[in-house]
């Protein structure tokens, strides 16, 4: 009986400590990129500033990252690349008095992700963020960071994230 049960907890303790061997809340992405240039974002639209916005918050993200290095093209695996093609402000939500409660901002884009060596695409993706902003105590800029928030977080788990 007692070798019955030293058994048990010796194999308990083995899938336990198993289980837990290497984890990570960073993982690895998927091409294994270690450095990355961001080329400044273009930006197709009449809203202005939003090109210098954009290049500022991913490059940001992907420093707070922390799995790839910034740096100049000259010395990068992978370069990115992003283009804002279209940007609307359309009414989102009425009152029951048919008055507009919420503005919602449309973003659009088409970002890549190159190899530095050739040029070629590691990925090309045409992305799409919509940010939701309240008329009573809220501004058209608010909604423009909450989906430039959401592009963001994109960008990172296509780059930086395995699954």
Do not use: H
């Not at 993982?27 to 197709?44: H, M, V």
């Not at 090109?51 to 918050?57: G, P, V, Y």
């Not at 279209?86 to 008055?99: A, L, V």
């Amino acid at each position: 009986m007692v070798n019955k049960k030293l058994i048990s907890i010796v194999i308990l303790i083995n899938l336990v400590t198993v289980g837990c061997g290497v984890y990570t809340f960073k993982p690895k992405g998927k091409s294994e990129i270690k450095s990355i240039a961001i080329e400044r974002f273009q930006n197709k639209t009449s809203e202005y500033g939003l090109a210098d916005q954009l290049t500022d918050e991913v490059t940001d993200a992907i420093i707070a990252d922390g799995s790839m290095e910034v740096v100049t093209p000259d010395k990068a695996e992978a370069i990115l690349t992003g283009i804002l093609t279209r940007y609307e402000r359309k009414p989102y939500k009425y009152d029951e008095n048919d008055q507009v409660e919420t503005y919602a901002v449309y973003m659009y884009f088409d970002i890549a992700l190159k190899k530095s060596t050739d040029g070629s695409d590691i990925w090309r993706e045409n992305m799409n963020q919509i940010g939701v902003y309240r008329v009573a105590d809220e501004t058209e800029e608010d909604g423009r960071q909450k989906a430039i928030a959401l592009l963001v977080q994109d960008i990172i788990n296509k780059t930086t994230k395995s699954w």
